[in-house]
């Protein structure tokens, strides 16, 4: 696969709206979480970044979202770290560096796949 990857830094754009996102580790007990605020020109990658900060993590391991769907067709979205595709058998998936959160803004739940 020879796909050229380009990450920008996020600046400060004008926006209208702020996304609200609650972060939750799965199976913890005391549940741990966060509940973060980002404005809505963000991409995926932007959100990986911000999640990142607010649990205080270093960035070690690749990461991916996958978006599911609650309607009646069950759907499931994947968007792939940009610097995992040298790993993935597959056909270049969508990467978070390219989707933007308002491209799913109506979707309900996201999971985040470390």
Known sequence: MNREISITLPRKKPYKNILQFKI???ETDPPVWR?????EYYTFYDLHVAIQDAMGWLDYHLHDFRILTLRKVCMDIRIESPFALEDLEEEAPLLTTEVA??????SAHMTLIP
């Open 24 to 26: 939750s580790i799965i």
């Open 35 to 39: 509940r973060i605020q980002v404005p």
């Open 101 to 106: 959160l308002t491209d799913f803004q109506s």
